[in-house]
C-alpha cells in the first residue's frame, strides 16, 4: 500500500515485546447494568489493566471487529422491530442459506436444499447445538416458517410447511415457483427461533380460528423482547461464538467449544465493538481492530491505516442505497419535482462525501432499481440503454424547466409553489456517519438550487421505528430486502425502501401515497403518456415476482417494473456499493477467496463464523 509509515507496529508486536506491559489484559465481561457475568472484572468496562482508547482489548487472542449498536441498546424477538439486533443477529446465529454473486443460492447451515415440483425440501445437519446444550433441530427453523405463514395464511405464498422429522421439513408454495426462487424465499435467514421461546406463540397461532385471534397473538408477540442477558442465561444462540458478556462499548464472545467448527479455529476470543456509537475510524488509525468484516479500506483510509491492515478481499456487492419520495406530501407527489430534485444534485458528490467516510462505491449510472451487475441478466443492455436518462452528475437547466413547466416559479432565490406558496422538504437520514454525509450534500445541492430542506437526523436504534411513521418528505433507505443479486432483493413490497403498499386494502394508495395503479408510457423510455399509455399496478407485481413461475416470467415482470421506477421516479438510487473485508493479516490468517468461495454478503463475517479465521501468533 503506498504511502504507509513502514515502522507501524500491530498492537500484537508490543505486546510480544513488551513495549505494552500491563496492558494486555481483555476488557471485562459485563451485564447491561455494569457488572461482570463471567470474567470477573472491576465494574467500570476492565479487568484492572489500563484500557486503550474506546476501551479497546490488547490481548493478543481475541480479535476485535466492529458491527451493529450496542448489546444494551438491542432485543432478539425478530418479531419485533423496536430496538432489534440486526447486525448482531448475523453474528449469533447459523444461517439457513446464502445468495451468492453468481445468482445462486446454496445451502450455508443446511445439508441440501432440493426441489420436486412446487415442494422444497430442507435437510438440515446433526450435530449442532444451542448454546444451552439443546440439539439445534429443523423444529427450531421450522416454529419460525410457520409463524410466518399462519399470521396471514391467506396472504402467504406458502400452502404448508411439514416437519418430516427431526432433520427436515418441506416447504409446499400454493403455486408453481421457479426453484431458484423456492431456494431465495429462505436464503438469508437464521434459525433465530429457539422453540423452547416461540413454541407457544406458534400453538396459539394453531389453535385461533379467525383473524382476530391471530392478531391477538401478534400483538403479544410483538410485545414479547428477548433481551442480551437472556440471551446468555438461557443459551439462546447457535453460533461458533457465544455472547459470556457485554457493556454499551463492547460485546464479548467465546469460541462454542461443542459447536462442530470449534476445531478449525484458535482464536478464544472475540471483541464486537458497536460501529453506530465507537469511533471506528480512529480506532482502525491506532490499530485498535483486527477485522472489518464487510467493509473495505478506502483509497483515502489506505494511507492512514497501519501497515498490518489490508483489504483481504473486495466483492461486487448487491447493495445500494436510496432517497425515497413521500407522494403523501403534494409537491413530491407530482412527477416533474421528484425529477427536478435528481436533476439538481450531483451523484458523484454525494458519493465522495460517503468514500471520505469509508464507502467504497460508486455513482449509480441507471434509474433501474437494479444493481448494475444484474443488468444484463433480467433487462438486457437494449432495454437499458432505452430507458429514460437521468444525469449523474447535475443538470441545473433541466431541473429549472421541469419547475417552470409545472408552474413553479422563483423568488429572491427560493421556488414557490403555483399558488405562491413556500414549501419546505423534511429528509430524514440515519446519524451514521456515511449517510449524514450523503445527505448533508444532497441537501446542500437542494438548497443552494432554491428547494428548501431540512434534515432531521435520527439515531440507527430509532430509525426504522420513525421511518414507519412514514411523516418525512425524502428519506433515506438501503435499497434492498435480502442479500440477493436478484429481482426480489430490489423490488420488495414488504421492505421500508420500495414498499408501495398492500393492494387488497381498499385504498387507492399504500403509506407513502404511492398509488397502487397507475399509469406509464406505452413506449420504454418516454417522458410524458401518449395515448391511453400502459396501466401498471407496481404493489401486486412485486407480490407476484418472488412467485415467478419461469426465469422468463421474473424477466417480464421485471421489465415492467423497471420501467416504471425509471418513469416514475418512485425513489432514486445514488450510489451502488463495492465491500469484501480488510484485516490484520500480519496476526491472522484469513481466507482471501482462493481456498473458499466468499463472493456472498459479508464475507469477513462469513469466513468468522465458518472458522476459517485463524491466529498467526507463535
Not at 458478556?245 to 464486537?272: C, Q, W
Not at 448494475?372 to 433541466?398: C, M, N, R, W
Amino acid at each position: 500500500m503506498a504511502g504507509k509509515r513502514s515502522t507501524n507496529w500491530s498492537r500484537r508486536d508490543l505486546i510480544k515485546y513488551g513495549a505494552v506491559a500491563g496492558t494486555a489484559g481483555l476488557a471485562g465481561c459485563f451485564d447491561s447494568s455494569g457488572q461482570t457475568t463471567e470474567d470477573g472484572g472491576t465494574g467500570d468496562g476492565t479487568d484492572g489493566g489500563t484500557s486503550t482508547e474506546g476501551g479497546a482489548s490488547l490481548a493478543d487472542d481475541t480479535l476485535d471487529y466492529p458491527a451493529g449498536r450496542p448489546a444494551t441498546d438491542v432485543q432478539f424477538n425478530r418479531y419485533s422491530l423496536g430496538n432489534y439486533a440486526h447486525t448482531l443477529q448475523d453474528q449469533l446465529f447459523e444461517e439457513v442459506a446464502r445468495g451468492y454473486a453468481d445468482g445462486s443460492v446454496r445451502p450455508d447451515l443446511l445439508e441440501d436444499m432440493t426441489v420436486d415440483g412446487r415442494t422444497l425440501t430442507l435437510t438440515f445437519p446433526e450435530g449442532f447445538k444451542w448454546w444451552n446444550g439443546d440439539d439445534l433441530t429443523a423444529e427450531d427453523y421450522y416454529i419460525g416458517l410457520e409463524i410466518d405463514r399462519l399470521q396471514s395464511p391467506e396472504q402467504s405464498p406458502i400452502e404448508s410447511n411439514t416437519l418430516v422429522d427431526d432433520y427436515t421439513i418441506e416447504r409446499t408454495f400454493k403455486t408453481a415457483v421457479s426453484p431458484n426462487l423456492m431456494k431465495a424465499n429462505v436464503a438469508e435467514t437464521f434459525v433465530n427461533t429457539p422453540r423452547s421461546i416461540y413454541r407457544e406463540y406458534l400453538t396459539r397461532y394453531e389453535e385461533a380460528s379467525n383473524e382476530s385471534e391471530r392478531e391477538s397473538v401478534t400483538s403479544d408477540l410483538l410485545d414479547m423482547s428477548i433481551t442480551t442477558q437472556q440471551l446468555i442465561d438461557e443459551g439462546l444462540g447457535n453460533a461458533l461464538y457465544r455472547v459470556t458478556g457485554f457493556n454499551s462499548s463492547e460485546t464479548i464472545l467465546e469460541k462454542f467449544e461443542d459447536h462442530p467448527y470449534a476445531s478449525r479455529t484458535d482464536i478464544p476470543k472475540v471483541r464486537i465493538i458497536p460501529e453506530t456509537t465507537a469511533d471506528v475510524e480512529s480506532l482502525s488509525v491506532n490499530d485498535q481492530l483486527d477485522m472489518n468484516p464487510d467493509v473495505l479500506m478506502s483509497e483515502s483510509q489506505q494511507s492512514r491505516y497501519p501497515d498490518n491492515i489490508e483489504n483481504v478481499y473486495r466483492l461486487n456487492w448487491f447493495r445500494t442505497q436510496k432517497f425515497t419520495f413521500n407522494f403523501k406530501n403534494e409537491h413530491i407527489a407530482r412527477l416533474p419535482v421528484r425529477r427536478a430534485i435528481v436533476n439538481a444534485v450531483d451523484f458523484e458528490s454525494m458519493v465522495a462525501a460517503m468514500r471520505q467516510a469509508g464507502t467504497v462505491g460508486a455513482p449509480a449510472e441507471n434509474q433501474t432499481a437494479l444493481r448494475s451487475t444484474i443488468h444484463e441478466e433480467y433487462l438486457g443492455e437494449d432495454f437499458v440503454d432505452q430507458l429514460i436518462d437521468y444525469p449523474v452528475g447535475k443538470d441545473l437547466d433541466a431541473a429549472t424547466q421541469l419547475l417552470e413547466d409545472a408552474g413553479y416559479t422563483k423568488e429572491n432565490g427560493t421556488w414557490v409553489d403555483p399558488d405562491g406558496e413556500s414549501f419546505t422538504f423534511t429528509v430524514l437520514t440515519q446519524n451514521n456517519n456515511t449517510q449524514v454525509q450523503a445527505t448533508k450534500v444532497f441537501n446542500d445541492q437542494l438548497n443552494a438550487f432554491g428547494i428548501q430542506t431540512e434534515i432531521s437526523t435520527v439515531s440507527s436504534t430509532d430509525y426504522y421505528q420513525r421511518l414507519q411513521t412514514y411523516e418525512a418528505d425524502i428519506f433515506w433507505i438501503w435499497h434492498v430486502a435480502k442479500a440477493l443479486w436478484h429481482p426480489t432483493a430490489y423490488f420488495s413490497n414488504n421492505f421500508y425502501g420500495i414498499e408501495v403498499g398492500d393492494p387488497s386494502s381498499g385504498n387507492e394508495t399504500g403509506p407513502t401515497g404511492k398509488p397502487f395503479t397507475t399509469t406509464i408510457p406505452s413506449e420504454v423510455g418516454a417522458t410524458e403518456i401518449s395515448g391511453s399509455g400502459k396501466e401498471i399496478q407496481p404493489a401486486q407485481l412485486m407480490n407476484d415476482l418472488p412467485n415467478s413461475e419461469s426465469a422468463e416470467q421474473v424477466r417480464e415482470r421485471t421489465r415492467d417494473l423497471v420501467q416504471w421506477f425509471n418513469y416514475a421516479l418512485p425513489d432514486f438510487v445514488f450510489v451502488e456499493e463495492d465491500s469484501g473485508y480488510w484485516g490484520d493479516t500480519q496476526d491472522f490468517s484469513m481466507p482471501t477467496g482462493d481456498d473458499y468461495e466468499l463472493n456472498t454478503n459479508r464475507p469477513g463475517e462469513f469466513s468468522f463464523k465458518n472458522g476459517w479465521i485463524s491466529s498467526n501468533s507463535q
